[in-house]
Each structure stands twice: as structure tokens, then as C-alpha cells.
């Protein structure tokens, strides 16, 4: 829908503080009354926005054969993909918290809401169909762990996370939590047998 495409880049853009009917009327090429007729508030239309930008993301599903190469693959897309957004929570929403109800929680849930697809769930699940997880330990404040280590990293840097630090977020948290044991360390490189030593 064109207007609510004219509305989150308005609020990603601008921020709360800046985002108006007349603004987002100008960006749509519409009136003011077309979207009074379906927004009353300005805190309606703004949720109706995040709520919009959320269904823009495309969420893949990865598929290595073994859960830690699929964890760090589901972090790193939303490394990826939740930066800007979690940038704009801090950065350009601050007047819309201290003038609403809305808390940021309210916004990422609301971001949320339009894609059911779930891929660090999905990806579990395979793990405990081929028995790398006991299901015992699939609980829901464990599977919430890493994400929310991702987006407090997210939130504190504004910019994505480098990648070592996703990695130390399945190896060093979330697989201990799951009972996987600890990746084995890639092997040394050998030299052949008979092959001259460098000195």
C-alpha cells in the first residue's frame, strides 16, 4: 500500500518527532482526510507503519546439516536485517515513547506480527528431529537468548554486530543452554609425511 510504504520511510527517515498527516499525505501523493478516514491518531498510523516495514523483511531459513551453522546463519540475517530498525528504536523514536503509551517493546512486537515465519525455531526443531537436542531443554526464554543478545547489541551500537560476536553468542550461550556440546576445534594443518621442514 502505497501510503503506509510513504509512512515508514517517513518515520525511518525523519522520526516521530517530524512524521505528520501532511508529511506522509506529500510522500504518498494523497490528502490528509484519506488517511483520517483510516488512521485517527498519528500513534495509530505510525504502529500501522512498523507493522508494514516488518512484512518487508524476508526471513530465510538456512540449512547446513547441523544446528550451530544454521544459528549463526538465522543471527547473522537478523544482524543484518534489524539494524536499521533497531537504530531508529533508539535514535528517532525518543519523543514518541515520552508522548504515548507505546514502549519499544510495543514497536518490535508490532514489526513483528506481519511475518510468521520463525526461523530460529524452525532450526531447533530439525536439530531435535536428528537428535542434537534433547527437547527437554527447548524452552521459550531459551530460544529468546540469543535474539535478544543480538538486538541489546544492536540497540548499544546502533550498527551491526561483527561476526565473531555471533559466533561467541552460540558457542559461549546458547549451545551450553541446549546441552550441545562444545564445536570441535578445526584441525591443524599436517604436513605430509616425508615433505621437507621449513626452517
Request: proline content about 8%; aromatic content about 6%; glycine content about 6%.
Amino acid at each position: 500500500m502505497a501510503i503506509l510504504d510513504a509512512a515508514w520511510a517517513q518515520l525511518a527517515q525523519e522520526g516521530y518527532a517530524n512524521f505528520t498527516f501532511a508529511s506522509v499525505a506529500a510522500r504518498a501523493g494523497t490528502s490528509r482526510p484519506v488517511l483520517y478516514r483510516r488512521w485517527a491518531t498519528k500513534e495509530e498510523l505510525v504502529l500501522a507503519a512498523v507493522e508494514h516495514g516488518g512484512r518487508q523483511v524476508r526471513r530465510t531459513i538456512p540449512d547446513t546439516g547441523l544446528l550451530r551453522g544454521d544459528v549463526i546463519q538465522v543471527l547473522l540475517d537478523l544482524n543484518e536485517t534489524r539494524a536499521d530498525f533497531s537504530a531508529m528504536l533508539v535514535a528517532r523514536l525518543g519523543v514518541l515513547y515520552s508522548q504515548t503509551d507505546v514502549t519499544p517493546a510495543d514497536l518490535r512486537d508490532r514489526f513483528l506480527r506481519g511475518n510468521t515465519v520463525h526461523p530460529l525455531r524452525t532450526v531447533v526443531a530439525r536439530a531435535v528431529e536428528r537428535g542434537e537436542v534433547d527437547p527437554q531443554r527447548v524452552r521459550a526464554r531459551v530460544l529468546a537468548v540469543p535474539i535478544d543478545l543480538v538486538r541489546h547489541g544492536l540497540m548499544m551500537r546502533l550498527a551491526p554486530l561483527p561476526r565473531s560476536e555471533i559466533e561467541e553468542i552460540v558457542d559461549d550461550v546458547f549451545l551450553p543452554l541446549l546441552g550441545v556440546p562444545e564445536p570441535e576445534p578445526e584441525p591443524a594443518f599436517a604436513r605430509p609425511a616425508g615433505s621437507p621442514s621449513c626452517r
